[in-house]
């Protein structure tokens, strides 16, 4: 990798279905220590387009480049690791919120740390003694929280959030903002995010804005 390589570069993303174009071309550089948002409105691709970066849709226009090398020649599960999606509604495993959290661990081969996961559910305002609730108990916040924290166990390169503070309150919406926030800072994370929250807004040095025709990347000031 060269060391002017963006982290992620992508080059007219574009994805159509049967005649019907989903996401117009997109264009965008994205690099270590970013906290970029992506905004647009209903139908503009957002999340088409989180799911193509996050390798999980193939885009079927355009080129996309992890660290200088295109994705496609990439081992999909080695790149899902270092670019992470959250998805808008959580999809959760198991039984309990320990096997989710448990989950980054398996996928490794490395024993779980119980103290670690009950820092980071202190952290983002649950109780240590949740490990053992169980899924299908969770309220939406709870879940949306849980899903995060699935994707924070070992740190991606790169994060992408789809709408991941909708079901939550003013207050704990704020936390996760400082979290992710203090995470670019403090770790060169780069993030993409997906939301209309002004509080959100107010965190990224960057905005895309997708529309129905065009994208624009612009700088923007944190307030």
Known sequence: MSSSAPLLQLRDISFSLNNRTLLEPVSFNLNPGEFTLLTGPSGSGKSTLLKIIASLQTPTGGTLHFKGEDITGLKPEIYRQQVSYCFQTPTLFGETVQDNLALPYDIRGEKSDVSTMKQWLTKVHLPEDMLQKKILELSGGEKQRVSLLRNLQFLPDVLLLDEITSALDEE???NINRII??????????????????????HAQHVITLNHHTEEKTPHEPA
Do not use: C, P, Y
């Open 172 to 174: 704990n919406k704020q």
């Open 181 to 202: 926030a203090d995470l670019v800072r403090d770790h060169s994370l780069a993030v993409l995010w997906v939301s209309h929250d002004q509080n959100e807004i107010r």
